[in-house]
């Protein structure tokens, strides 16, 4: 089955992780896509690994500035968009007493103002019928310490899902989230978590195991098809039971 047949599909941060994941999935079913990251090594692989009906393009996420270019760029080669999944996010934990105002910012900027005017930059590039998916995550729905700022930026996508429904429904454009709990990606080594911590999160999963990155593009897809039509403004958990049971 190929759901994207002609379509083109954005993905911030879609060099590596779920992103790339998505990225994948989106082509395998007959999609162009275009990733974005900053980091231009892991731009190249990515490019190479997804093959001739991706482009890579080094876009930094929370920069309004950056978010005007990308989609200036895609104007400028008429290219324009029928799925979007702003993907790109960092996890940044800290106890209360030990945050900082600057991981604070770096949090919400990446994770909250650079969804929120990515959507507003590319609005003279979306299709009637575009699917935005926003990169949430079950810290959204539970207590877990250190986790407040984190959780905080991606509980603001969930609101930002409803509001932005309800005003881009009049051009056909919905927005929804995907909450994946942990899933296996290079995040973990960037946060600096080891074996032994891991096989601890893992044990507070219901299924016993991280998910795959695979497993939230595929609801990523769903979410971006026009199978999914009546889902409007809401959210998608996909963490193994995690918040759940
Ligand atoms: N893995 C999990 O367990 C999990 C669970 C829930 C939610 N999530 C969410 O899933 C999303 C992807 O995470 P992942 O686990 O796939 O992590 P990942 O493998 O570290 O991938 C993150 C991607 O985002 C890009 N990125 C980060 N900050 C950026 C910025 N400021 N500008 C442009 N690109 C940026 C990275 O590119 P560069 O390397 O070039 O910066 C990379 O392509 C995040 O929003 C995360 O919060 C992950």
Known sequence: MERFNNKTALITGGSSGIGLAAAQAFINEGARVIVTGRDEAGLEQ???ALGD???AWRNET???AEARALASRLLAEGTSLDAVFINAG???FAPLADMSEALWDESFNTNVKGAYFLIQALLPVLNPGTSIVLNGSINAHIGMPNSSV?????AALISLAKTLSAELLPRGVRVNVVSPGPVVTPLYGKLGMDEAAR??????IPLGRFGKPEEIASTVLHLSAPESAFIVGTEIIADGGMSQL
Do not use: D, H, N, P
């Open 199 to 204: 096989q601890e999160l893992a044990t507070q």
């Open 53 to 55: 009906r991706a482009q």
């Open 150 to 154: 984190y959780a905080a930026s991606k």
């Open 46 to 48: 990515a490019r190479k």
């Open 62 to 64: 929370g920069s309004v």
């Open 90 to 92: 960092i996890g940044r």
